[in-house]
């Protein structure tokens, strides 16, 4: 089976049970992947805890990446999540109830080889409801410099993965793997097995980790020559006594691919790019990824996300007639050419009120800023949003020519695109509690068309004129 790429959401044709013990708890585990309805996304379900809780597997309630993905809700929680939620994803598996009696998934081989090959078998179903897609606009990064990781994800019509790793091993080496549209992940990426270094394995063990490890579910590189004394150690971790080296690998005689370790980091970033919650249509680069960066790359393109979706609420017609002209908010505001920046006010109720500024090459501060690349100066945007909460707590007074309104702070102000000549700047205030004595506080947007440019929240006050004292 090749990697999803269809439009419609699908589901397991039949549910699929699996078993086996939690690479870090040791506990034997049951877990059963059920079909379920359009829409329903992947959701863990505890069942052998009270009232059967439930964790949707989204980027949002990942708590622990120590050596594996964990979420978590309220205290209840299912670790090493990344290779069954790599195998359902990648295989077109979209909405899926997954029962599992213990806090965490069974490791099988160390890879996701029996989940792929079960869905397989198994088959999908194809559902009556379109599929969510991230539709990647511009180029987004993540790195940790100190660690050498980066993660960038660029504009494209479809999903790929281009992943290199290099832990100055002399056994790993560099290497590299990718995955395209049309490659069979079953194939070419589920079979590759997790992995440790030697050095790694006394403090795992330590920290109370991997206690379900065992040479059939890891790949341990070994980078210096191992004594007597240390096999011997091994034996005991491991309980086995033919434990050997072979190629500056444990145990392991045969690779399933000579670039591996690096399939595997790409198994695990499908893993974990999947706590999306939909699909994305871009390309990725991945230096060194780990479940930390994975999943905090993920929170970021998800707050991404949540901004683009901000969109006007309330429709401007051009053809109606204002709540306020040019002239009406003159009579309001006392800001006069060059620096009156609003034209027209076309809605406002109680809790908020909606204006536009017609942006044009006249506007005086394009002479120098910039003259070969004219841009709506952000401050100017941020002032026309405080003259429209202006416009409003000015609206609700007698005489308003007597008063003038002063910005007490700005906070969480956010730019999002540029504002250039011939843009309608639609702009949006909301109180986000009431006016009292003559304070308010407000939440600002200005859009041009549907795409948010600015953000911001605002406290201003309403003070009397001096000569009106």
């Given at each position: 089976?090749?990697?999803?790429?269809?439009?419609?959401?699908?589901?397991?044709?039949?549910?699929?049970?699996?078993?086996?013990?939690?690479?870090?708890?040791?506990?034997?585990?049951?877990?059963?992947?059920?079909?379920?309805?359009?829409?329903?996304?992947?959701?863990?379900?505890?069942?052998?805890?009270?009232?059967?809780?439930?964790?949707?597997?989204?980027?949002?309630?990942?708590?622990?990446?120590?050596?594996?993905?964990?979420?978590?809700?309220?205290?209840?929680?299912?670790?090493?999540?990344?290779?069954?939620?790599?195998?359902?994803?990648?295989?077109?598996?979209?909405?899926?109830?997954?029962?599992?009696?213990?806090?965490?998934?069974?490791?099988?081989?160390?890879?996701?080889?029996?989940?792929?090959?079960?869905?397989?078998?198994?088959?999908?179903?194809?559902?009556?409801?379109?599929?969510?897609?991230?539709?990647?606009?511009?180029k987004q990064v993540y790195t940790i410099p100190e660690?050498?990781?980066?993660?960038?994800?660029?504009?494209?019509?479809?999903?790929?993965?281009?992943?290199?790793?290099?832990?100055?091993?002399?056994?790993?080496?560099?290497q590299y793997a990718v995955l395209i549209p049309g490659?069979?992940?079953?194939?070419?990426?589920?079979?590759?097995?997790?992995?440790?270094?030697?050095?790694?394995?006394?403090?795992?063990?330590?920290?109370?980790?991997?206690?379900?490890?065992?040479?059939?579910?890891?790949?341990?590189?070994?980078?210096?020559?191992?004594?007597?004394?240390?096999?011997?150690?091994?034996?005991?971790?491991?309980?086995?006594?033919?434990?050997?080296?072979?190629?500056?690998?444990?145990?392991?005689?045969?690779?399933?691919?000579?670039?591996?370790?690096?399939?595997?980091?790409?198994?695990?970033?499908?893993?974990?790019?999947?706590?999306?919650?939909?699909?994305?249509?871009?390309?990725?680069?991945?230096?060194?990824?780990?479940?930390?960066?994975?999943?905090?790359?993920?929170?970021?393109?998800?707050?991404?996300?949540?901004?683009?979706?901000?969109?006007?609420?309330?429709?401007?017609?051009?053809?109606?007639?204002?709540?306020?002209?040019?002239?009406?908010?003159?009579?309001?505001?006392?800001?006069?050419?060059?620096?009156?920046?609003?034209?027209?006010?076309?809605?406002?109720?109680?809790?908020?009120?909606?204006?536009?500024?017609?942006?044009?090459?006249?506007?005086?501060?394009?002479?120098?800023?910039?003259?070969?690349?004219?841009?709506?100066?952000?401050?100017?945007?941020?002032?026309?949003?405080?003259?429209?909460?202006?416009v409003f707590v000015l609206s609700t007074v007698e005489?308003?020519?007597?008063?003038?309104?002063?910005?007490?702070?700005?906070?969480?102000?956010?730019?999002?695109?540029?504002?250039?000549?011939?843009?309608?700047?639609?702009?949006?205030?909301?109180?986000?509690?009431?006016?009292?004595?003559?304070?308010?506080?407000?939440?600002?947007?200005?859009?041009?068309?549907?795409?948010?440019?600015?953000?911001?929240?605002?406290?201003?006050?309403?003070?009397?004129?001096?000569?009106?004292?």
């Amino acid at each position: 089976m090749t990697t999803s790429s269809g439009t419609k959401q699908q589901t397991l044709a039949a549910p699929i049970t699996f078993t086996g013990k939690g690479l870090h708890t040791g506990k034997f585990v049951t877990m059963t992947v059920h079909p379920a309805d359009a829409d329903h996304g992947i959701v863990f379900r505890r069942v052998d805890l009270e009232n059967q809780p439930q964790i949707p597997a989204l980027c949002e309630y990942v708590t622990d990446t120590s050596r594996g993905t964990t979420i978590e809700i309220e205290g209840v929680r299912v670790s090493t999540i990344e290779h069954i939620m790599s195998a359902l994803w990648t295989m077109g598996v979209d909405n899926a109830l997954i029962d599992i009696d213990n806090a965490e998934t069974p490791i099988m081989d160390g890879s996701a080889l029996a989940y792929a090959e079960a869905i397989r078998k198994t088959g999908v179903i194809v559902q009556d409801a379109e599929r969510r897609f991230y539709e990647v606009r511009e180029k987004q990064v993540y790195t940790i410099p100190e660690k050498g990781v980066a993660i960038v994800l660029y504009p494209d019509e479809e999903f790929s993965v281009s992943v290199h790793v290099d832990y100055n091993s002399k056994v790993v080496g560099n290497q590299y793997a990718v995955l395209i549209p049309g490659d069979d992940y079953a194939e070419k990426i589920a079979p590759c097995r997790t992995f440790v270094f030697l050095h790694e394995l006394e403090p795992l063990f330590k920290m109370n980790l991997i206690k379900g490890g065992d040479l059939d579910n890891a790949i341990v590189v070994v980078e210096n020559p191992v004594s007597d004394e240390q096999l011997e150690h091994l034996k005991k971790i491991f309980g086995k006594q033919d434990i050997r080296v072979t190629g500056g690998y444990l145990n392991n005689l045969q690779l399933r691919a000579n670039n591996e370790l690096a399939r595997h980091k790409l198994l695990d970033l499908l893993g974990d790019f999947a706590l999306l919650g939909m699909r994305i249509k871009g390309r990725v680069w991945a230096t060194r990824p780990g479940h930390f960066a994975n999943t905090e790359f993920m929170k970021q393109v998800h707050q991404t996300i949540r901004r683009e979706g901000i969109k006007p609420r309330y429709k401007y017609n051009c053809r109606q007639e204002a709540l306020y002209d040019i002239n009406q908010i003159r009579e309001l505001l006392p800001h006069r050419f060059p620096f009156l920046l609003i034209d027209r006010v076309f809605h406002m109720d109680e809790q908020s009120i909606a204006g536009i500024k017609n942006v044009t090459a006249n506007e005086p501060f394009f002479q120098g800023h910039f003259p070969e690349e004219p841009v709506m100066p952000g401050v100017l945007i941020v002032e026309a949003m405080a003259q429209l909460c202006g416009v409003f707590v000015l609206s609700t007074v007698e005489n308003p020519k007597n008063y003038s309104t002063y910005f007490l702070r700005i906070d969480n102000v956010r730019f999002r695109h540029k504002v250039t000549p011939g843009d309608m700047l639609q702009m949006e205030v909301e109180l986000t509690a009431p006016v009292r004595r003559g304070i308010a506080t407000a939440e600002c947007r200005a859009f041009v068309g549907d795409t948010l440019v600015c953000q911001a929240e605002i406290m201003a006050q309403m003070v009397q004129n001096k000569e009106q004292k």
